[in-house]
T-cell receptor
Framework: KAGVTQTPRYLIKTRGQQVTLSCSPI?????VSWYQQTPGQGLQFLFE???????NKGNFPGRFSGRQFSNSRSEMNVSTLELGDSALYLC?????????????FGPGTRLTVL | AQKITQTQPGMFVQEKEAVTLDCTYD???????LFWYKQPSSGEMIFLIY??????QNATEGRYSLNFQKARKSANLVISASQLGDSAMYFC???????????FGKGTRLHILP
């Protein structure tokens, strides 16, 4: 079974631009979560989608948005990029929500904003 | 507010020794799950072990065990017989079963010395 895939793996953008990151979950998984990882703030929860609906959202500004498609693939969009958005963006999928359902993480997309 | 605290930013341990990574958490919710993840330098998050708040016994997975002390709100990870490949960043995380949001600690960087 293929793992979680994220594209692209690396991205360089300039301030003010927008970016879209993609995440393909493990086949059969319906829950996709996104996290931002920075040296200063650590791992922070962005949002979670389940069956095309956003179930949870972290404390990020409205410039961060996402969506999930009927095949469970998810995209995350950041508009009007700021230098502080430079981070590793991790996507995780699980078969369901809650309990001991393990989240399987992808390799991440490393975004650099210049 | 929910919080995960990992007080050891870095640790150095001799190969083959056992190591304990500390984790304390704060929540008033009765139903939650605790996770440990390993993040090698490649960036991918690897699930290690899970403990549910209602589980009576400490979780074990091979060389990993979780020392769960509910009254003290601690969930320390114990790695027995450490190996060079255990060198990585380790994150403790908590998920509240009512909203599935996962909160991560700042992590502990473990270095195994030959």
């Amino acid at each position: 079974k293929a793992g979680v895939t994220q594209t692209p793996r690396y991205l360089i953008k300039t301030r003010g631009q927008q970016v879209t990151l993609s995440c393909s979950p493990i086949s059969g998984h319906r829950s996709v979560s996104w996290y931002q990882q920075t040296p200063g703030q650590g791992l922070q929860f962005l949002f979670e989608y389940f069956s095309e609906t956003q179930r949870n959202k972290g404390n990020f500004p409205g410039r961060f948005s996402g969506r999930q498609f009927s095949n469970s693939r998810s995209e995350m969009n950041v508009s009007t990029l700021e230098l502080g958005d430079s981070a590793l963006y991790l996507c995780a999928s699980s078969s369901a929500t809650g309990g001991s359902n393990e989240q399987f993480f992808g390799p991440g997309t490393r975004l650099t904003v210049l | 507010a929910q919080k995960i605290t990992q007080t050891q930013p870095g640790m150095f341990v001799q190969e083959k020794e056992a190591v304990t990574l500390d984790c304390t958490y704060d929540t008033s919710d009765p139903s939650y799950g605790l996770f440990w993840y390993k993040q090698p330098s490649s960036g991918e998050m690897i699930f290690l072990i899970y403990q549910g708040s209602y589980d009576q016994q400490n979780a074990t997975e091979g060389r990993y065990s979780l020392n769960f002390q509910k009254a003290r709100k601690s969930a320390n990870l114990v790695i027995s017989a450490s190996q060079l490949g255990d060198s990585a960043m380790y994150f403790c995380a908590m998920r509240l079963n009512r909203d599935d949001k996962i909160i991560f600690g700042k992590g502990t960087r473990l270095h195994i010395l030959p």
